[in-house]
C-alpha cells in the first residue's frame, strides 16, 4: 500500500459551478472534520453564489490517489491580483485542506496565475498562509450551545445593567408602539428590502461606503436569501412592534454557525435600541434551532462587547511574489491598508475619525 509521502497529487483550476458532485461532498466532508466552526462562508455554496455574480471566481482542487482532499477558493483579477472569494463580504476566508496536505503559498499562487492574493477574515489555523498576516484581529461570537438561559445568566453576570436595560426597552416598545413580534427566519422579500434600505441610509448617514450600491453585493445578498441548505442558509430575523419593522438582520447559517453579516433599525424606534432587542431574540432563537454560536464578525462596536461571550481571530494580509505585477498590487493596497491599520489600533484617533466621517455625511445632500 502507498504510504501518504508516496501519493500521487495533483491540483486543477476549475470555476466554481464545474465542481462535481463527489469534489462538493469531499469538500463538505474535509470541512466537517477540521475541527474549526462550521462556518458558512467556507462552504461551497458561498463560493458558488459568489461566482454567480463574480464570473473570475475559481477554485483550486488538489486531488491525492484519486481523491479531492483540498479546496482553495479566489478571485482572480486585473494583472493576476487576486482576493479572498468573495472580499469585502465574507466574513471568513481560507483554504480546506486535508490534515497534513500544506502547500506552499506561492507555489499555490504560481499555479493559479495569481500575482497576489489578498485577504481580509482569514480565519486561524491556516497554516498555508502562516506568516503572510498584516494584522491580527478579533471576531465577537456568542456561545449559545448550553441554551439560552445559560447565555442570559452569563449576561446576568457580565452585564447586569446591559440585560436589565434592554429587557425594559423592549417591554417599553410594546407598550408604547405596538406588541412585539419576533421572525427568525423570515421569507418576505420585501422585509430584505427594507433592510437594505435601512443599511444604505445606515452607511451613508455614518458616513461610509455603502455596499449595496455595488450591484454584486446587492444581487448576492438577494440570491442567499432564497438559498436553502443545511450547510448554507440565508436567515433574515426581523423584529416588529405591532405590524411594522423595527429591526432586522440578514445572515448565513449553517448547521451549528449563525455568521451575523447585515444588522439594522429604522431610526425613528432607536431610544428602544432596537437592534440590541434583535441581536438577543436572535440568540434565543438560534440555541433553539440547534446553532450553537453566533459569530458577530470582526470591528469594533459597543453593542458587540455588551452581547459577546468571547472571541475569534482572524487576520487581514496579503501573500505577495516577487515581480513588477506583485510590485503594482503593493502600491496599489499597502499604503492605503496600513493607514487603516493604524487608525485602527488607536482607539482615540479612530473615534475622531468616526466623529469625522457622520459629520461629513451630514454635510452631503440628503445626509
Avoid at 233 to 258: E, P, Q
Wanted: hydrophobic share 40%; charged share 25%.
Amino acid at each position: 500500500m502507498r504510504s501518504r509521502t508516496q501519493a500521487v497529487t495533483s491540483l486543477k483550476i476549475v470555476a466554481p459551478g464545474e465542481l462535481t458532485a463527489r469534489e462538493t461532498d469531499a469538500w463538505r466532508e474535509l470541512r466537517g472534520k477540521s475541527g474549526a466552526p462550521d462556518n458558512p462562508f467556507m462552504g461551497p455554496e458561498f463560493t458558488r453564489a459568489v461566482a454567480a455574480v463574480r464570473p473570475r471566481a475559481r477554485v483550486a482542487v488538489w486531488w491525492e490517489d484519486g481523491e479531492p482532499v483540498g479546496f482553495f477558493p479566489y478571485e482572480k483579477g486585473p494583472f493576476g491580483h487576486g482576493r479572498a472569494i468573495g472580499l469585502g463580504v465574507s466574513d471568513c476566508q481560507g483554504a480546506v485542506l486535508r490534515p497534513g496536505l500544506r502547500p506552499s503559498a506561492r507555489a499555490l499562487l504560481r499555479v493559479c496565475g495569481l500575482s497576489a492574493w489578498e485577504f481580509d477574515n482569514l480565519e486561524a489555523a491556516q497554516p498555508t498562509f502562516e506568516g503572510a498576516a498584516a494584522e491580527a484581529l478579533a471576531s465577537p461570537v456568542i456561545d449559545v450551545g448550553e441554551g439560552y438561559a445559560a447565555y442570559e445568566a452569563v449576561l446576568r453576570a457580565q452585564s447586569p445593567k446591559f440585560l436589565k436595560t434592554t429587557l425594559a426597552k423592549e417591554r417599553r416598545l410594546g407598550r408604547q408602539a405596538g406588541a412585539t413580534r419576533f421572525v427568525f427566519d423570515e421569507r418576505d422579500p420585501d422585509a430584505l428590502r427594507t433592510l437594505m434600505e435601512w443599511k444604505s441610509a445606515q452607511y451613508r448617514r455614518t458616513g461610509r461606503r455603502d455596499r449595496f450600491a455595488k450591484e454584486w453585493i446587492n444581487t448576492l445578498v438577494r440570491r442567499l436569501h432564497e438559498l436553502r441548505t443545511p450547510e448554507c442558509s440565508g436567515v433574515l430575523s426581523v423584529l416588529y412592534a405591532g405590524d411594522r419593522a423595527v429591526a432586522a438582520h440578514f445572515g448565513l447559517r449553517s448547521r451549528t454557525v449563525l455568521s451575523c453579516w447585515f444588522p439594522s433599525y429604522d431610526p425613528e424606534f432607536a431610544k428602544y435600541s432596537p437592534g440590541l432587542i434583535l441581536h438577543l431574540r436572535m440568540a434565543e432563537a438560534a440555541a433553539a434551532a440547534g446553532i450553537g454560536m453566533l459569530d458577530l464578525g470582526r470591528g469594533a462596536a459597543e453593542y458587540k462587547d455588551a452581547l459577546k461571550t468571547g472571541e475569534l481571530t482572524v487576520y487581514e494580509g496579503s501573500v505577495v511574489r516577487t515581480g513588477i505585477r506583485a510590485g503594482l498590487y503593493w502600491l496599489s493596497r499597502e499604503p492605503s491598508r496600513r493607514a487603516h491599520s493604524f487608525v485602527r489600533n488607536r482607539p482615540a484617533l479612530a473615534a475622531r475619525g468616526r466623529r469625522t466621517l457622520n459629520r461629513l455625511a451630514r454635510l452631503r445632500p440628503g445626509g
